[in-house]
């Protein structure tokens, strides 16, 4: 754990150079005998400053309309601790920048304050033995699966190519493997922080708890085998009524067989259907049957064996590029045919609705998740996410537009979707309160979901870590208010 030192501190321990020592002693003395008005008005002036003496040329001075002040690329731990020591002295506003995950631009840059890019985080490391592996927050799951695929492995990670490490695992995270080995963030045994103190131990807070407590610069994940079964299949629109039904059966199933995982993604191209297996088997398993006897379109992965990177790969070809805008929002539930086909509806006459929106894309997100699997997590992680130990599903309403002026009409039919199936569920006893903050909107409150104790237990930590509250108040966006 690195424990942030002062800025006295900083001044000699962080080999400056000698002719840049008296500029940051001077900078300090000036802003101190500054008035807070005059420090108010005089702020991002010392900042655009006191950056550079530091970082030399990896501090780069922005500054325009909508941008942070100053992008700083720290190379260590102890660097990342030295911009965050300068970010509380000057009061500056603050967003950590890792490998990407919200939709919310809020959340890892602000206007007129400090970014704090982690790109130079980009390292996998096996242990001696192979069974864990040290990785940089500043990669993405593609990158992981990569470096990990030269020996066969991978670990219990993100399921999408372009998402970020610690954008996943700070917030729970969700897994192919989540059935066997709980949600992604049970798998990380240690991590590396950059934090206010080292009064206690943070690591429970960290399995859900974001941002709130420090910075993450590396974690240390178990291994597993990289070599699993997958298929994934597109379906015509007319069909989706079928595949709804077949995943209540998929839902009874994966309660006897927890190495089974599955998306299933609605929207007007079709659905897509990823099927995932934890095992190299060579034959289709049982709990996929359901859906065995509806016609598929295209298959865009056939049925067979594949290691965790290429399976990626192949997601990776999916993405449809180009898309300017874009917004989330969720929910959760026990299983319910109910649910799953009033948020179609509500989605198609949302479509309909903004036809006239240039380059809308809405998608309904089914993603089952069995009790075995909650169980687990508690086991192995104990249970930060408040999660109750029933099947369940979580459920993504996704918009992605080209023109920024059409936000507001995305976002309510966004609201209309989740709305109705919240209603839904509610009414025929299957809400569940949960919410995932990876998929949570701007004005959904994830942490207040995750249950009283469990949030009074993350504000006890948060204010023994940091007792003036500057992930609070200073970093900008990331669920971060509650804990204050």
């Known amino acids: 754990m690195a424990a942030l030192p002062s800025v006295a501190v900083i001044v000699t321990g962080a080999n400056l150079d000698p002719k840049n020592i008296l500029q940051v002693e001077t900078l300090v003395e000036e802003f101190t005998n500054l008035s807070p008005t005059e420090r108010d008005n005089e702020r991002g002036s010392f900042v655009e400053k006191a950056f550079p003496l530091f970082f030399d040329e990896h501090a780069v001075v922005h500054g325009a309309s909508a941008y942070e002040a100053q992008l700083v690329l720290p190379g260590s ?33 602000n206007d007129g304050g400090v970014v704090i890019s982690l790109a130079a985080f980009d390292q996998v490391k096996l242990s001696g033995g192979k069974l864990t592996a040290d990785i940089g927050v500043g990669l993405r799951w593609l990158d992981v699966y990569k470096a990990l695929d030269h020996y066969d492995l991978a670990v219990a990670g993100g399921r999408f190519p372009t ?17 066997v080995h709980g949600i992604g963030a049970m798998g990380v045994s240690n991590y590396e922080v950059c934090a206010l103190s080292q009064k206690v131990r943070l690591i429970w807070a960290l399995k859900g708890g974001g941002g709130n407590f420090g910075i993450v610069t590396k974690i240390e994940m178990k291994t597993v085998p990289a070599k699993v079964w ?8 007319s069909v989706t009524p079928e595949l709804l039904q077949a995943l209540m059966k998929h839902h009874e199933a994966i309660e006897r067989d927890e190495k089974s995982c599955l998306i299933l993604t609605c929207n007007n191209q079709g659905t897509m259907l990823v099927s995932f297996y934890c095992d190299p088997v060579d034959k289709l398993l049982t709990v996929f049957e359901p859906f065995e006897h509806i016609p598929a379109t295209s298959q865009s992965l056939p049925r067979g ?21 874009h917004d989330f929002r ?9 649910v799953y086909e009033t948020a179609e ?20 997100v089914i993603q089952p998740i069995s009790s075995i699997g909650i169980k687990q997590s508690r086991k192995v992680g104990g249970n930060p996410l408040g999660l109750e130990e029933v099947s369940q599903q979580w459920f993504l309403a996704m ?46 409150d994830p942490l207040a979901s995750y249950g009283a104790e469990n949030v009074e237990k993350l504000r006890e930590i948060a204010s023994k870590y940091d007792s003036d509250g500057v992930f609070q108040t200073l970093q900008s966006g ?7």
């Not at 911009?83 to 809020?106: D, Q």
């Not at 976002?411 to 919240?422: G, K, N, S, T």
């Open 330 to 338: 969720t929910m959760s539930s026990r299983p319910s045919l109910e």
């Open 163 to 179: 998402v970020g490490v610690s954008g996943l695992l700070l917030w729970g995270g969700l897994s192919f493997r989540h059935g």
């Open 77 to 109: 731990a102890q660097q990342v601790g030295t911009a965050l020591s300068l970010c509380r002295f000057f009061s500056i506003k603050f967003s950590i920048h890792g490998g990407g995950h919200s939709p919310s631009i809020e959340w890892s840059s």
């Open 478 to 484: 990331g669920c971060l208010q509650d804990l204050g």
């Open 230 to 237: 997958s298929e994934a299949k597109l379906y015509a629109p």
């Open 305 to 325: 064996v594949y290691s965790t990177y290429e399976l990626l790969g192949v997601i990776e070809g999916l993405a449809i590029p180009g898309h300017v805008c």
């Open 345 to 364: 509806r509500v989605r198609v006459e949302q479509g309909d609705l903004l036809s006239d929106v240039e380059g809308l894309g809405i998608s309904n």
């Open 399 to 444: 918009a992605d537009w080209n023109n920024p002026a059409d936000g507001d009409r995305v976002r309510r039919a966004m609201h209309e979707i989740v709305d109705a199936a919240e209603a839904t569920a509610k009414a025929n006893g299957t809400y569940l309160p949960y919410q995932y903050c990876n998929y949570a909107s701007p004005d959904q």
